[in-house]
Nanobody, 123 residues
Framework: QVQLVESGGGLVRAGDSLRLSCAPS????????MGWFRQVPGSEREFVAG???????VYADSVKGRFTISSGNAGSTVYLQMSSLKPEDTAVYYC?????????????????WGQGTQVTVSS
């Protein structure tokens, strides 16, 4: 069974840092894009960051300069380093594996999803 398992969420204060991890299980995702999305109740799932199959990265404007996406060896764990966190970053964060090498910004660009990890930033 193919799974993506997120970890690292929690409750932090504004200005703090947090690192999320996304570990694949059942297969590797070498050569495909990986992405992080977030969602708050009542809202659409929002693109946060993506990393291509060859290591290129893209970010939402709202997190550019504060968040960094990275990956270990090809197809292995993907990370989201979050710094200077703000209360508006509070959401459930999801990891996803894409359909192609280039990371898209829409949920429909991704095939496999993790279960999500809660990030709460207090003011």
């Amino acid at each position: 069974q193919v799974q993506l398992v997120e970890s690292g969420g929690g409750l932090v204060r504004a200005g703090d840092s947090l690192r999320l991890s996304c570990a694949p299980s059942g297969r590797t995702f070498s050569g495909v894009a990986m992405g992080w999305f977030r969602q708050v109740p009542g809202s659409e799932r929002e693109f946060v960051a993506g990393i291509s199959g060859y290591g290129g990265t893209v970010y939402a404007d709202s997190v550019k300069g504060r968040f960094t996406i990275s990956s270990g060896n090809a197809g292995s764990t993907v990370y989201l380093q979050m710094s200077s966190l703000k209360p508006e970053d509070t959401a459930v964060y999801y990891c996803a594996a894409g359909r192609a090498a280039v990371p898209g910004r829409l949920p429909s660009n991704y095939v496999f999803w993790g279960q999500g990890t809660q990030v709460t930033v207090s003011s």
